[in-house]
């Protein structure tokens, strides 16, 4: 699967931006489907993941409360919502795909058990 981030951009701290993430394919529905983030100077980091089925989602302890992240399997397509911004959210931001299917229905917050990923988009917060 072609995983398509867009949706970043320049916004001041307070403020809402969403991202969107495109895949291409057929088999979209088949994957857990996570968004990571890599702030200037610092190692990537997870931030948030939904399941095939968008029943469960789980996210980082820094974004909880002000993200939500969502898809929509008709489109081929996974979103984040970002509300109530701050400086640190600044980062790129990576959508990935996890094929996995796990017996408990887990999601990963793990880099390398997801097996694409996409090109980034940069989300830059003023304060």
């Known amino acids: 699967v072609q995983l398509q981030a867009s949706g970043g951009g320049l916004v001041q701290a307070g403020g809402s931006l969403r991202l969107s993430c495109a895949a291409s394919?057929?088999?979209?529905?088949?994957?857990?489907m996570g968004w990571f983030r890599q702030p200037p100077g610092k190692e990537r980091e997870f931030v948030a993941a939904?399941?095939?089925?968008?029943?469960?989602?789980y996210y980082a302890d820094s974004v909880k409360g002000r993200f939500t992240i969502s898809r929509d399997n008709a489109k081929s397509t996974v979103y984040l919502q970002m509300n109530s911004l701050k400086p640190e959210d600044t980062a790129v931001y990576y959508c990935?795909?996890?094929?996995?299917?796990?017996?408990?229905?887990?999601?990963?917050?793990?880099?390398?058990?997801?097996?694409?990923w996409g090109q980034g988009t940069k989300v830059t917060v003023s304060s």
């Open positions: 990935a795909a996890d094929r996995t299917m796990r017996a408990d229905g887990s999601l990963t917050t793990t880099q390398g058990e997801y097996n694409y």
């Open positions: 394919g057929r088999t979209f529905s088949r994957y857990n």
């Open positions: 939904v399941s095939r089925n968008a029943l469960n989602t």
